[in-house]
């Protein structure tokens, strides 16, 4: 019988980051050693949740870097 992976959000979040960088969650997927459609979802999920946060929330200023950056990339990379 196969074992379930369970993974954890850090985990689904660096897979997510990754996919960004490689410019393709195939790529992602295999370095990882994983199936490309959950990077896919982790993807989907993250992106709804960039789109949903509160205007009025609090980050630090490494936290508003991070976006920033992660913004610049997925411009860049169109």
Do not use: C
Not at 21 to 44: C, F, M, T
């Amino acid at each position: 019988m196969v074992k379930r992976r369970v993974f954890d959000e850090a985990f689904k979040e660096m897979a997510v980051e990754l996919s960004y960088v490689k410019g393709s969650i195939q790529e992602a997927a295999r370095e990882l050693d994983i199936d490309p459609g959950r990077i896919s979802k982790w993807r989907q999920r993250h992106k709804k949740n960039d789109q949903t946060l509160p205007a009025n929330t609090t980050l630090t200023d490494e936290q508003q870097q991070i976006r920033r950056l992660q913004r610049e990339l997925r411009e860049a990379q169109i």
